[in-house]
């Protein structure tokens, strides 16, 4: 073997090089690597892949067009696997208590697996909720080189000639109750709703996640918007694929990226495409893992100038297909730096500043998928935070689709999700209610199976 090691190898020569090291050769030997790919830089690709949903059931060919770049580019790489919790599947019964573990967990275990195998550098690659975020988390926790990726959203299905998505199936669900439609309506629309796999299309939390990512510098340009399904998400993968050789060259980490000034940039994004409010989870936990500061006021602060600029479910009539089709989130980032809403001078992770990304981007005419500043969805973001007797370290709403800004009335007050499902499906929540649901969430959550003795269950129910 030669006895030149190459100075990107800071990590991955700790396995494979050295007469010391014959033990650890001779063990990655075994899954077919020679000596060529002892010599190059050894690259981690952490899938969130599962088969149990949609959103990353495709993820593995992802990792294959990751994987062909960085042979290309000159690196090793190795992929590994880790847990996907997926939302909507756990909706409405104790599988929701799972789903905000799982962000922790897929952190912790792409942290776990990086330093076992010492990789050189990270690609992370997220599709459902929780994945994207505990990937970055990830990122920013072990501050190698890293870039990610998502894989993408489904496109809308089609059902009685008009574009639909697993939100107007939930919302079915409701009709039914009421006689509003048929049982065979509604299995007629649960069959159309996702016609391939990809994460859910509208403006929900993975396609948020994703925007808010790519806003932070952490990916190629225009990763979020190409959909699942498509050349151009596949171009994506290989093009990350590449881009981390060069990451990995000008040995840029994760905190050179996640400054203060790219979470504005994020926030800003958030409030522009009407995001899920579940981004002000989650991009705190990102800055705490960067050792950056970043409160709910900062996030009301941030965003509190920026109008709504996408008009896209679940509030809206689009959904992220149609933000490809007439550009990209660059389209919706070109318009918020022109006004001066995000700071051009912010790093990426491929080498530009967001100012130098977005010179050739131009806003396309004929088409009101994306509005201009003169005529924005709404004057103000698509949320907002509260405080108050029943929040007094503060709430987050919801205002992309609000019609009032004050209501008044009876509270029906349940202690768990499931029954205040059952309630609604019932019809015993009426319109003016006010729903208050007890007992949910990372510290206040019941786990309804039979607790064992140090079981996962056992803690979360504490």
Avoid at 163 to 181: L, R, Y
Avoid at 219 to 247: D, F, H, W
Avoid at 358 to 377: C, E, I, K, M, W
Wanted: aromatic share 6%; hydrophobic share 40%.
């Amino acid at each position: 073997m030669s006895q030149q090691i190459d100075p990107r190898k800071k990590r991955s020569s700790h396995i494979t090089s050295g007469i010391e090291r014959s033990g650890q050769r001779a063990m990655l030997r075994a899954i077919g690597l020679t000596d060529e790919d002892f010599e190059r830089p050894i690259i981690g690709v952490a899938n969130t892949w599962v088969e149990a949903q949609p959103c990353n059931y495709h993820l593995r060919e992802v990792a294959q067009k990751v994987k062909q770049g960085v042979r290309e580019a000159g690196g090793t790489p190795l992929e590994f696997n880790t847990i996907a919790v997926n939302d909507a599947i756990g909706m409405g019964h104790e599988g929701m208590k799972a789903s905000l573990i799982s962000r922790e967990v897929i952190a912790d275990s792409i942290e776990l697996a990086t330093i076992g195998y010492q990789f050189d550098g990270i690609v992370t690659i997220g599709g459902c909720d929780k994945t994207q975020p505990a990937c970055v988390m990830a990122m920013a926790r072990l501050n190698v080189p890293s870039i990610y990726l998502y894989g993408g959203s489904i496109p809308p299905g089609e059902w009685n000639g008009k574009n639909v998505t697993i939100q107007d199936v939930f919302e079915a669900v409701g009709a039914v109750s009421k006689g509003a439609m048929t049982v065979q309506q509604l299995r007629d629309l649960e069959c159309a709703a996702c016609p391939t796999y990809g994460a859910c299309g509208g403006m929900f939390t993975a396609n948020t996640m994703a925007c808010a990512i790519e806003a932070l510098g952490l990916t190629v340009p225009n990763c979020a918007a190409p959909v699942a399904p498509s050349e151009l998400r596949a171009q994506k993968a290989y093009e990350s694929g590449r881009a981390i050789m060069k990451i990995l060259d000008s040995n840029t980490k994760p905190r050179d990226i996640l400054t203060r000034s790219a979470f504005r940039n994020a926030v800003a994004v958030v409030a522009a495409m009407g995001g899920s409010t579940n981004s002000v989870l989650h991009l705190p936990a990102i800055a705490f893992e960067a050792g950056v500061k970043l409160t709910i006021d900062d996030i009301a602060r941030f965003g509190e100038r920026v109008p709504e600029l996408a008009d896209l479910k679940p509030a809206g009539k689009y959904v992220m297909a149609d933000v490809d089709r007439i550009g990209g989130l660059p389209v919706v980032m070109k318009l918020l730096h022109g006004e001066g809403l995000i700071n051009g001078e912010c790093r990426t992770v491929t080498g530009e500043t967001f100012s130098e990304r977005l010179r050739d981007v131009s806003f396309p005419a004929g088409q009101d998928v994306v509005h201009d500043l003169r005529n924005p969805v709404r004057p103000s973001g698509g949320f907002a935070i509260l405080r108050g007797n029943l929040a007094e370290e503060g709430a987050v709403i919801k205002t992309t689709g609000a019609t009032s800004m004050y209501h008044r009335g009876p509270a029906k007050v349940f202690d768990c999700e499931e029954d205040a499902y059952k309630a609604i499906v019932k019809g015993k929540v009426r319109a003016g209610d006010i729903v208050v649901t007890r007992y949910e969430g990372p510290k206040g959550t019941k786990w309804l199976s039979s607790p064992t003795e140090g079981s996962l269950a056992q803690h979360m129910g504490r």
